[in-house]
């Protein structure tokens, strides 16, 4: 059974950093395409950042440049080092993966097949 489960949310002041993490088990496939979403209180759910094959990345226009995403696949374990927050990126943030092998840095949340059960982060001015 597949199972994504988030870590690393928290409460920080605007400016500061923080740095999630997904830990994904019950794949057997050899490619697993990932991503994190992330839904404010009042907004639909929208895309942060997504991997690509070859290492490459995707990330929405508001949180290029501040976030980054990573995976360690030996840990199967994804990633979201966020930097210089600002109180807009408050939001429930979730994990999501899909097996693979082609993985497109997509940011449209239908396209994975499974989610994790979110970490809140909250910025403060």
């Known amino acids: 059974q597949v199972q994504l489960v988030e870590s690393g949310g928290g409460s920080v002041q605007a400016g500061g950093s923080l740095r999630l993490s997904c830990a994904a088990s019950g794949y057997t496939d050899a490619i697993v395409c990932m991503g994190w979403f992330r839904q404010a209180p009042g907004k639909t759910i929208e895309g942060v950042a997504a991997?690509?094959?070859?290492?490459?990345?995707a990330y929405a226009d508001s949180v290029r440049g501040r976030f980054t995403i990573s995976k360690d696949d030996a840990k199967n374990t994804l990633y979201l080092q966020m930097n210089s927050l600002r109180p807009e990126d408050t939001a429930i943030y979730y994990c999501?993966?899909?097996?693979?092998?082609?993985?497109?840095?997509?940011?449209?949340?239908?396209?994975?097949?499974?989610w994790g059960q979110g970490t809140q982060v909250t910025v403060s001015t």
């Open positions: 999501a993966a899909r097996p693979g092998p082609f993985c497109t840095g997509s940011l449209i949340s239908t396209w994975y097949r499974a």
């Open positions: 991997g690509r094959n070859g290492g490459g990345s």
